[in-house]
């Protein structure tokens, strides 16, 4: 379990575009935090920064389980969980083929993928072809594969968009879980999450 | 290690069964192999020299055409990122997928090759060494194909740049190949190209995944 991420003097470019610098963050277990800011203020690219697929301009991410700080491929490998704008579903698979795949790719089993399908009431869907899925449902599955596995550290983007009202409540049960458990949670949003979460503003700090 | 075996499984699953999996490939090698003809002239005896260099050269052709797209498609729909966070590093990623390329495509491939060469009138004695060039030969085409296909992550036209970056590395493979069953139908010694063919192939699949696994990072980046 990762118990603390430590986000110190960030800065990320973009080509030639300095998007923020300066940026520190420390995030614990149990807590959630999540990103504000103008479209294309570099909220997607800092969740991309923190998983390790963006090389920052300046600054570090580091990581800390509850031995001491660890090696950040080793807590990428084994730690964190991103949900980008895309949902990493192959449209010709099965929803459950896919499910199960990335749920044990990313260290889980069987069984708790099946409890996360029944969780976000996917159980009638996991038959179909994830192309005959509707917006909402794939974005369900792919939320499905957070909670089946056994990663400490969420990072969502815009997590919540194609979800509808009744969908968003289940999915703020399943995330407020997570926290209890000692997960966390970084996000980025434009609508509230239906958690409590402190809120850091990006793209207004420096230049 | 079991995290290699499940990524292995379902890559195969998606090489094999979607979009006509080795069907498709077969479909355009035998294509190949009956335009080349048409082309050279259709003289039995001349054919007959040709035929496993046709056959050889059409195998990369159809190695090269199933292989553009390994990494594309998950690039665009996200799941690269997945795979990028796994258990794994990149570079297992890559050659999971080159081999479940090589397992759905280049081995049916490998196993047509004897049958439209004896079509073209290639004499039978060369079958078994040109199933062996054929399954080595697929597989350095595999990984030096997915090289080119991770490389041109990204670029638009990629087909065209996979093609330009990968052909020059086929060259190689392709000339020792032909070599040693140049050779070999012409009672030559031919087990000098073959060694060197083979050379030629550990070389690419031990090397390529580094190369694969740093364009997939820079990619993402």
């Known amino acids: ?207 | 290690m079991k995290a290699f075996g499940v990524l292995l499984r379902r890559e195969l699953a998606l090489a094999w069964g979607k979009g006509g999996g080795p069907l498709l490939a077969l479909t355009f090698y035998a294509c190949v192999v009956v335009l080349l003809p048409m082309a050279a002239g259709r003289a039995p005896e001349r054919l007959a020299a040709i035929a496993p260099g046709i056959a050889w050269l059409a195998l990369a052709l159809a190695a090269l055409l199933s292989l553009e797209r390994l990494f594309e498609r998950d690039y665009e729909d996200g799941t690269l990122d997945l795979l990028a966070l796994g258990p794994a590093p990149l570079e297992a990623v890559a050659v999971a997928k080159c081999l479940a390329q090589w397992l759905a495509t280049g081995a049916p491939l490998a196993l047509a090759a004897p049958v439209a060469a004896l079509m073209l009138g290639a004499e039978p004695k060369v079958m078994p060494l040109l199933v062996l060039c054929a399954l080595a030969g697929g597989l350095a085409f595999a990984f030096l194909g997915g090289l080119g296909a991770a490389l041109a992550l990204g670029s638009k036209r990629g087909g065209l740049l996979v093609a330009v970056i990968v052909l020059p590395l086929f060259a190689p493979p392709v000339i020792f190949g032909a070599g040693a069953l140049d050779g070999y139908a012409a009672g030559l010694p031919w087990t000098g190209g073959l060694m060197l063919m083979l050379a030629y192939c550990v070389g690419a699949v031990a090397l390529s995944p580094l190369a694969m696994g740093a364009a997939c990072r820079n990619a993402l980046d």
């Open chain 1, 1 to 207: 379990m990762l118990r603390v991420v430590l986000i110190k003097d960030l800065a990320i470019s973009r080509g030639e575009r300095r998007l923020f610098s300066h940026l520190d963050l420390t995030l614990v277990a149990g807590e959630a935090a999540v990103l504000v800011g103008r479209n294309g203020a570099g909220k997607t690219s800092l969740l991309r920064a923190v998983a390790g697929l963006l090389r920052p301009a300046e600054g570090s991410v580091s990581f800390e389980s509850e031995a001491g700080p660890i090696e950040a491929d080793a807590a990428r490998a084994e730690h964190l969980h991103l949900l980008g704008h895309q949902d990493g579903l192959k449209s010709s698979r099965t929803a459950w083929e896919e499910l199960r795949f990335q749920t044990l790719w990313t260290g889980g089993g069987e069984a708790s993928a099946r409890a996360a399908a029944r969780r976000f009431d996917l159980n009638r869907l996991l038959d179909l072809e994830v192309r005959r899925l509707s917006a909402g449902q794939r974005r369900r599955l792919a939320l499905a594969r957070l909670a089946a596995s056994p990663r400490s550290l969420w990072l969502l983007d815009e997590p919540m968009a194609p979800l509808d009202a009744g969908q968003r409540e289940a999915f703020g049960a399943v995330m407020a879980e997570h926290l209890a458990s000692g997960g966390m949670i970084l996000a980025s949003v434009h609508d509230p999450l239906p958690i409590p979460a402190r809120s850091i503003s990006i793209g207004e700090i420096g230049a």
